[in-house]
């Protein structure tokens, strides 16, 4: 079946441009979870949904950093006026109940180079 | 501050022998733990998990050991395989919460 999917999969913005990153987690996942990868790190939490429901955007690191997921299934990341210090990979993930035992589902990540 | 360890950036092993990946934590709060492995350009996969109600698990040749004292895990592979050339990260979680907190990984090459 189809897994995590995600929208670009390179992105390239000059400093100072916004940015939009797309993600279609697997169909009747209730939860979805975004994460910043930098070069050389693990995943870091930006913020998790159930449903439409966003219960945590405690790692966000600027209110540059948006995420929705108005109908509970597509989600979108927003950046505002990018920096460099933006520049990584950005993971979605997805999982099937909105428990805390279940394995989260990764997408292949939507690498960002802020120029 | 890194709440979860990974200290050995890579490993190297060879072929048919066992490999061990390491992980220590410092937040006693968590109490789920879980292996992920990830190959280049692709996200991570999910390999393994263990509740802090239990100190082993095992799926095929993969086997976690959770030593809660001690704030460390590990994962054994045996026998390796080349195709397990891979990062391997460690993730942890606490209570009542599905947010991951992940190591830096280690990155296995197993050598035919």
């Known amino acids: 079946g189809a897994g995590v999917s995600q929208s670009p999969r390179y992105k390239v913005a000059k400093r100072g441009q916004d940015v939009a990153l797309r993600c279609d987690p697997i169909?009747?996942?209730?939860?979805l979870f975004w994460y910043q990868q930098a070069l050389g790190q693990g995943p870091e939490f930006l913020t998790y949904f159930q449903n439409e429901a966003q219960l945590d955007k405690s790692g966000l690191p600027s209110d540059r950093f948006f995420a929705e997921r108005p109908e509970g299934s597509v989600s979108t990341l927003k950046i505002q006026r990018t920096q460099q210090e933006d520049s990584a990979v950005y993971l979605c993930?997805?999982?099937?109940?909105?428990?805390?035992?279940?394995?989260?589902?990764f997408g292949p990540g939507t690498r960002l180079t802020v120029t | 501050d890194q709440q979860v360890k990974q200290n050995s950036p890579s490993l190297s092993v060879q072929e048919g022998r066992i490999s061990i990946l390491n992980c220590d934590y410092t937040n006693s709060m968590f109490d789920y733990f879980l292996w992920y492995k990830k190959y280049p350009a692709e996200g991570p996969t999910f390999l393994i998990s263990i509740s802090s109600i239990k100190d082993k698990n095992e799926d095929g040749r993969f086997t976690v050991f959770l030593n809660k004292s001690a704030k460390h895990l590990s994962l054994h592979i045996v026998p390796s395989q080349p195709g397990d050339s891979a990062v391997y990260f460690c993730a942890a979680s606490a209570g009542g919460s599905e947010k991951l907190v992940f190591g830096k990984g280690t990155k296995l090459t197993v050598n035919p």
């Open positions: 993930a997805s999982s099937r109940s909105g428990g805390r035992w279940g394995e989260q589902y």
């Open positions: 169909s009747g996942h209730v939860s």
